[in-house]
T-cell receptor, first 112, second 116 residues
Framework: GENVEQHPSTLSVQEGDSAVIKCTYS??????FPWYKQELGKRPQLIID?????GEKKDQRIAVTLNKTAKHFSLHITETQPEDSAVYFC???????????FGTGTKLQVIP | SAVISQKPSRDICQRGTSLTIQCQVD?????MFWYRQQPGQSLTLIAT?????????ESGFVIDKFPISRPNLTFSTLTVSNMSPEDSSIYLC?????????????FGPGTRLTVT
């Protein structure tokens, strides 16, 4: 089955700096890669996703890149703000009502 | 995106008892998923519930321990049976429901279970 590895497990950045979280996946059939943000005590919220036919996708301060050959994908947050502090999960799926496999999570702390 | 609610939001239960968690969606969805999130950990899929058929369980999870019902396209229940302290966790349901051709999954608010 699919295995998703995520690094780093914790990340501290100064407010205004950029943050990068990296993930790798094992199943070459995976074609959908969502990212979730989970604040303390809250449900995971989908913040951005990318399909395998796209190499990069941006939404304001966040962007995701995908290297399908290397089975790598990354989340980039620019101009970080304290409200970006949360746990971020990457995930992979073959889509179409199939299971989503989650990475182990990255706890991001943005220091004001 | 779909609006998902869960009941109860939290509960404290004694070992050996069972708890049934309800998940309600405001629109019809084909597939519902049940996850477990242990403290400080990632999300682990328990099972996939398709209306009108038996749930599909992931490795390490069995129907006798986590029976699931899916009576219609907007509702599902997960029962945690014969509970032990190791079952203390957050249980979340999710649904797949984006615009046509997309695979976004959205989560309910979760049920925080503590077993004493």
């Amino acid at each position: 089955g699919e295995n998703v590895e995520q690094h780093p497990s914790t990340l501290s950045v100064q407010e205004g700096d950029s943050a990068v979280i990296k993930c790798t996946y094992s199943d070459s059939a995976s074609n959908y890669f969502p990212w979730y943000k989970q604040e303390l005590g809250k449900r995971p919220q989908l913040i951005i996703d990318i399909r395998s036919n796209v190499g990069e996708k941006k939404d304001q301060r966040i962007a995701v890149t995908l290297n399908k050959t290397a089975k790598h994908f990354s989340l980039h947050i620019t101009e970080t703000q304290p409200e970006d502090s949360a746990v971020y999960f990457c995930a992979a799926s073959t889509g179409g009502y199939q299971k989503v496999t989650f990475g182990t999570g990255t706890k991001l702390q943005v220091i004001p | 995106s779909a609006v998902i609610s869960q009941k109860p939001s939290r509960d404290i239960c004694q070992r050996g008892t069972s708890l049934t968690i309800q998940c309600q969606v405001d629109s019809q969805v084909t597939m519902m998923f049940w996850y477990r999130q242990q403290p400080g950990q990632s999300l682990t899929l328990i099972a996939t519930a398709n209306q009108g058929s038996e749930a599909t369980y992931e490795s390490g999870f069995v129907i006798d321990k986590f029976p699931i019902s899916r009576p219609n396209l907007t509702f599902s229940t997960l029962t945690v049976s014969n509970m032990s302290p190791e079952d203390s966790s957050i249980y979340l349901c999710s649904v797949e429901g984006g615009t046509s051709g997309t695979y976004e999954q959205y989560f309910g608010p979760g049920t925080r279970l503590t077993v004493t």
